[in-house]
């Protein structure tokens, strides 16, 4: 069966420090993977997504940036934190783009 | 393009009751409809999909029926608990598009 892991769970981060949000997943090969921002209180947001290795399509023009490095690995990166990037991050992996399957996500704090 | 409206939340219910939080979307073609849940902190859940109109989707006692005329895809349970406590996102994806469309979300709270 499928597995995704994020880490960490949760993080507090100083403004202007950098980040690294890292997303696996076990037990599939060639996934389409995803990166969401869900604000407190609301809904969710498609940040950025990824069909294959080294292809990242970019949702929402920010200071964030995505990588994938490997088949089953999407990384989430930013060089320097804004208040406004505080949020709870989910990655999320499909064969499809239809049915997503979440990993069970990072609380992301900027102080 | 595509979108999803939810009915605003919360909705509060007592243990028992039956539950409906309405969905309709906008989309090009036949999208494929889903419903995910959302337990606090963590992450979104798939609850129960339909691909085509008329299809029915259900799980853990919940259904909902993928009406093509009403272009509605409404959440039903007849009996809540006070663990079906979470947030409902209602969700499309055109076919051959590599993403799904997420409405807002509604929170539900059910009270013993």
């Given amino acids: ?111 | 393009g595509d979108s999803v409206t939810q009915m605003e939340g919360p909705v509060t219910l007592s243990e028992e009751a039956f539950l409906t939080i309405n969905c309709t979307y906008t989309a090009t073609g036949y999208p494929s409809l889903f419903w995910y849940v959302q337990y606090p902190g963590e992450g979104l859940q798939l609850l129960l999909k339909a691909t085509k109109a008329d299809d029915k989707g259900s799980n853990k006692g919940f259904e909902a029926t993928y009406r093509k005329e009403t272009t509605s895809f409404h959440l039903e349970k007849g009996s809540v608990q006070v663990s079906d406590s979470a947030v409902y996102f209602c969700a499309l994806n055109s076919g051959g598009y590599q993403k799904v469309t997420f409405g807002t979300g509604t929170k539900l709270q059910v009270i013993p």
């Fill in chain 1, 1 to 111: 069966s499928q597995t995704i892991h994020q880490w960490p769970a949760t993080l507090v981060q100083p403004v202007g420090s950098p980040l690294s949000l890292e997303c696996t997943v076990e037990g599939t090969s060639n996934p389409n993977l995803y990166w969401y921002r869900q604000a407190a209180g609301r809904g969710l947001q498609l940040l950025f997504y990824s069909v294959g290795i080294g292809q990242i399509s970019s949702e929402v023009p920010q200071n964030l940036s995505a990588s994938r490095p490997q088949d089953r690995q999407f990384i989430l990166s930013s060089k320097k934190l804004l208040l406004s990037d505080s949020g709870f991050y989910l990655c999320a992996w499909s064969r499809t783009g239809a049915e997503q399957y979440f990993g069970p996500g990072t609380r992301l704090t900027v102080t």
